[in-house]
């Protein structure tokens, strides 16, 4: 079973990165965009076949390691 | 007084740290992050700076999840001291024994030069030997030093007296020009710029020197 975790920055945490880009993209002409944010994407092969353990699991591993959660929030989704 | 240093891949300002506690008078050993216990009789761990793990993930991330972190926080809860450096000072808001987070710069930049700092407490271990108020240069050289924490976080500091030092000006962001910051018991440093960096008037500067000094007369009476 696969699992796809995405980590974003908490709203309000300032994100100098996704404003880099942001203003990189107004450089080359995209008008319009309001913020970028950036996150991470993580894959995980995980040997569980129970889509709700699966979910439990991975939801631990971003507390214990693959989060921030003092700066960032994390979404688990089971492909 | 028995310093241990912990040495991860990637640390490299492992050595500096040592020199500096020696000099200061304190028996040294390097530990291994895969060791799960420190030497005998350690007073004080310093968590050096560097690039740990090559700051995959986030940067101090893996380090703080390394075997030898249960035995670095068995050692505080014991009240013994620590000084975490640059990464040091990551590694220590990863592992949740100081409060906040380190993200990138405010302007991207790795800024990499001597900055002025005000000493904000002399009720510490660390900074006992220097005047409140009293302006110190250390080098930094960092990506990701931008303090941040919660408004609850940030009083409960300044409310304790816990900010050790501040950036005279704002280099990269932090909330509150925080530099440098301690545990409650106070016995745990956290800190941006380079003390060890500064120790030694060959290597730019002895304002850092001063706090070793103090930590050494300190861990040794404690």
Known sequence: MKARVHIMLKAGVLDPQGEAIRHALGTLGFEGVAGVRQGKVIEIEIAATDEDAAKAEVA???????????????????? | MKAAVLVFPGSNCDRDLAVAFRQAGCAVEMVWHKDTSLPDGVDIVGI??????????????????????????????????????????????????????????????????????TVETTSSDFTNAYTKGQTVTYPVAHHDGN?????????????????????RDNINGSAENIAGILSENRRV?????HPERAADSALGGEDGADLFRSLAIAAVTA
């Not at chain 1, 631990?60 to 492909?79: H, K």
């Not at chain 2, 300044?158 to 501040?166: E, H, P, Q, S, T």
């Open chain 2, 48 to 117: 050096p700076g560097g690039f740990s793990f090559g700051d995959y993930l986030r940067c101090g991330a893996i380090a703080a999840r390394s075997p030898i972190i249960g035995a670095l926080k068995s050692h505080v809860e014991r009240g013994g001291h620590a000084l975490g450096i640059c990464n040091g000072f990551q590694v220590l808001v990863e592992t949740g024994l100081l409060p906040g987070a380190l993200i990138r710069n405010a302007r991207l930049k790795f800024i990499c030069r001597p900055v002025a700092l």
């Open chain 2, 189 to 193: 440093l956290g800190l941006m710029p």
């Open chain 1, 60 to 79: 631990r591993m971003c507390e214990a390691l693959l989060a921030n959660t003092v700066i960032e929030s994390y979404t688990v989704e089971i492909l």
């Open chain 2, 147 to 167: 303090y941040i924490a919660s408004p609850d976080t940030l009083a409960a500091l300044n409310d304790a007296d816990r900010v050790a030092f501040r950036y």
